[in-house]
Structures are given as C-alpha cells and as structure tokens.
C-alpha cells in the first residue's frame, strides 16, 4: 500500500503571506495526486487533481505541483478563509490513501 | 447541480449492521464511480471504499475489507455501504463522493454533507 505524508502538521501565518504544503509518497504516483480543504463542519472541497490541475471555480491563489513522490500545495496570498484542514490524496492505486492534513491558521 | 445526500447512520452496538446510502443526481449517475470516506472524531479524512461506475471494481480499505460491502443501484441513482460487524472504531461521519473522470477511479470532486454513525453499547 502506498503511504502518504504531509508537513508540517499545522502551521499559522499572516494574511497576505505565502504559504506552502508538502505531500509525500512512499512509493512514485506518477502525478496522481488531489489536494483538498476541509473546513469544520463543512464539506471537503476539491482543490487541485493531477497533481497541478485546478479545480473549476477555485481562486488561483492555490496552486500545486510535483512530481514522483514529493507534491506541493502553495497558496500565494493567504486570506481568512482559507483557515482549513488540507489534505492531500494519491488515486494512483488502492487503498486511495489521503495523507494526515495540515492544519492552517492565521 | 450535483447533489449527494447521504442517509442511514446512527448509533448501533458494536458487532452490529447498518446500512447507509447515498441518494445521487445533477449527473449521469451511470458514468461515474462513487466513493465512500469517513472521518472520525478530532481526526482526517479517511478513504473506505470505491465502486466503478459499471459495479464491476469495487476497491476497499484495509481497515474494512471484509466487514463493508459497497454497492450501488444505477436505477435508482443511489449508492450504498453496507458495514456489519461494526467496531468502536468506525464511529465516524461518512461521506459519499463522486469520483472523475467517469469510467475510471480517480479524484472525489463533489461530496455529499455526511452522516454520523455512532458504535456503542
């Protein structure tokens, strides 16, 4: 089974700061890779599949890379509501493993 | 518009069943494979199960397998989680989610608001 990991766990920056998340893979996924935002009480939002791709109607302050088994999410000008849980998600095999989340305050 | 709503959960014993679904539309139910997640309280999100859109491929997690069964009805635009055997550990909101591109596993880009199952004697 593939693992996933992210760092930091949880991290508070400023608004207007850039902030970036990591992703890794214990195994190469071949960009097959989803990050979402998970605010509490609501319901996860889709941010970036394939490891780049925006999701329709997602401000473009979020952007993600990667290749192989590192992945980045980076939001450019952090604002107050992108407070969140982010995780990221390998669809490259089953068990379709989401990594722990990062937690980001302001 | 896409719209999951799940129902179903609830508090059950531990070793007990329940049954959950998923009522779909806004989308070509068919086309698409479905998943289930859950998370349980103060932790992540944790994928459980994957069914193909065509029920040929259905996919689970480790901490399930064997205890879940994942089906889905293309008729009624409906997919459901069948979890016996439950655990204290399963106490969890579960969620269904859409998966893309159809005809494929892949990414969940749309998630239904959840509910809560609850294992406790």
């Known amino acids: 089974d593939i693992q996933m990991t992210q760092s930091p766990s949880s991290l508070s920056a400023s608004v207007g700061d850039s902030v970036t998340i990591t992703c890794r893979a214990s195994?190469?996924?071949?960009?097959?890779l989803a990050w979402y935002q998970h605010k509490p009480g609501k319901v996860p939002n889709l941010l970036i599949y394939?490891?780049?791709t925006l999701q329709s109607g997602v401000p473009s302050r979020f952007s993600g890379s990667g290749s192989g088994t590192d992945y980045t999410l980076s939001i450019s000008s952090l604002q107050p509501e992108d407070v969140a849980t982010y995780y990221c998600?390998?669809?490259?095999?089953?068990?379709?493993?989401f990594g722990p989340g990062t937690k980001v305050d302001i | 518009q896409v719209q999951l709503v799940e129902s179903g959960g609830g508090v059950v014993q531990p070793g007990g069943s329940l049954r959950l679904s998923c009522a779909a539309s806004?989308?070509?139910?068919?086309?698409?494979?479905m998943h289930w997640v859950r998370q349980a309280p103060g932790k992540g999100l944790e994928w459980v199960a994957f069914?193909?859109?065509?029920?040929?491929?259905?996919l689970y997690a480790d901490s399930v397998k064997g205890r879940f069964t994942i089906s889905r009805d293309n008729s009624k635009n409906t997919l459901y989680l069948q979890m016996n055997n439950l655990r204290g550990d399963d106490t969890a909101v579960y969620f269904c989610?859409?998966?893309?591109?159809?005809?494929?596993?892949?990414?969940?880009?749309?998630w239904g608001q959840g509910t809560l199952v609850s294992v406790s004697s």
């Open positions: 069914i193909r859109n065509d029920d040929n491929d259905k």
């Open positions: 806004g989308f070509t139910f068919s086309n698409f494979g």
């Open positions: 195994q190469g996924i071949n960009r097959f």
């Open positions: 394939a490891a780049s």
């Open positions: 998600q390998t669809y490259s095999s089953a068990p379709f493993t």
């Open positions: 989610a859409k998966g893309h591109p159809p005809y494929s596993n892949g990414w969940a880009d749309f």
